[in-house]
């Protein structure tokens, strides 16, 4: 694992405990709708760059 995994999977991990250690309910909400915001605009991101790419092979793929 390179150097950048770990500090993306330490950051997380240690997101994670700050949001069970929140007492407020409010701002565990809303911590928690932000993670997810920023899951689905990483999910979104993901999709958007393969899913051109595989309809482009599938298109011009069987042209060979």
Known sequence: ???????????????????????DPRLKR?????????????LADAVLHLLPNAIAEFIYGSHR
Not at 3 to 16: E, Q
Not at 30 to 41: E, K
């Open 1 to 23: 694992m390179s150097s950048l995994d770990r500090t993306v999977h330490a950051i997380g991990a240690g997101l994670l405990i700050s949001l069970g250690r929140l007492k």
């Open 30 to 42: 809303m911590a928690s709708h932000l993670i997810a915001v920023a899951g689905g605009v990483l």
